[in-house]
């Protein structure tokens, strides 16, 4: 079936440096992107969004990529702090669904 | 500040047993929903409304139904509690337009059945 997926369970990065975390999705009908941070102990937090018309959106210190031809979706965050460790989940919304389809997570571990 | 408020952040139950779930959001959004989140699954749509009274079912909603009698609270019913019902529970909401996509969640709610 139709399934959003990541890459990577367990990303670990020095504080400072740029942390990159991907998503693959498959649902070529998928025409909204969205990434949530999830700290420990609360629900998942609205990051950054993009629409499929779209190739880059830049945020504070995240950006979000859209590769439509190998439907691929990046999170960069800019000079990773310790407040960044959380999970990373992406999503995709198929055709303005009330169906949001999220991947499995992606555990950023930002070391000191 | 706005937020959705889950009542319980940790439940304890026994299997058989009814269990309700509230979640109560200020935000005056039209949409709610609620979501399971199992390690290594990601989230879950369990149901989801888009009215006062309306529900519609989401992709897991066996063993489960939800009430919606105003409009900042949505609440979800595990009939008869089992132990794969163990779960965090998340409460989300959104505003007209936006469908499922920008979701506001609550902290969640870690229910065990024992």
């Known amino acids: 079936g139709e399934s959003v997926g990541l890459h990577l369970p367990t990303l670990s990065v020095q504080e400072g440096d740029n942390s990159i975390i991907n998503c693959a999705y498959s649902n070529s009908a998928s025409d909204y992107f969205i990434w949530y941070k999830q700290e420990s102990g609360k629900g998942p937090q609205f990051i950054i969004d993009?629409?499929?018309?779209?190739d880059k959106r830049q945020g504070q210190r995240v950006t979000v990529l859209l590769n439509k031809t190998v439907k691929h979706l990046s999170l960069q965050i800019a000079a990773t702090q310790p407040g960044d460790s959380a999970v990373y989940f992406c999503?995709?919304?198929?055709?303005?669904?009330?169906?949001?389809?999220f991947g499995s997570g992606t555990r950023l571990l930002v070391r000191p | 500040d706005v937020k959705v408020t889950q009542s319980s952040r940790y439940l304890v139950k026994r299997t058989g047993e009814k269990v309700f779930l509230e979640c109560v959001q200020d935000m005056d959004h039209e949409n709610m929903f609620w979501y399971r989140q199992d390690p290594g699954l990601g989230l879950r749509l369990i149901y989801f409304?888009?009215?006062?009274?309306?529900?519609e079912k989401g992709d897991i909603p066996e063993g489960y139904s939800v009430s919606r009698e105003k409009k900042e609270r949505f609440s979800l019913i595990l009939e008869s509690a089992s132990t794969n019902q163990t779960s965090m529970y998340l409460c989300?909401?959104?505003?007209?337009?936006?469908?499922?996509?920008?979701?506001?969640f609550g902290s969640g709610t870690q229910l065990s059945v024992l």
């Open positions: 409304s888009y009215d006062v009274k309306m529900k």
């Open positions: 993009i629409r499929s018309n779209m």
């Open positions: 999503a995709e919304n198929p055709g303005g669904s009330y169906k949001l389809i």
């Open positions: 989300a909401s959104s505003p007209v337009g936006t469908g499922g996509s920008k979701l506001f």
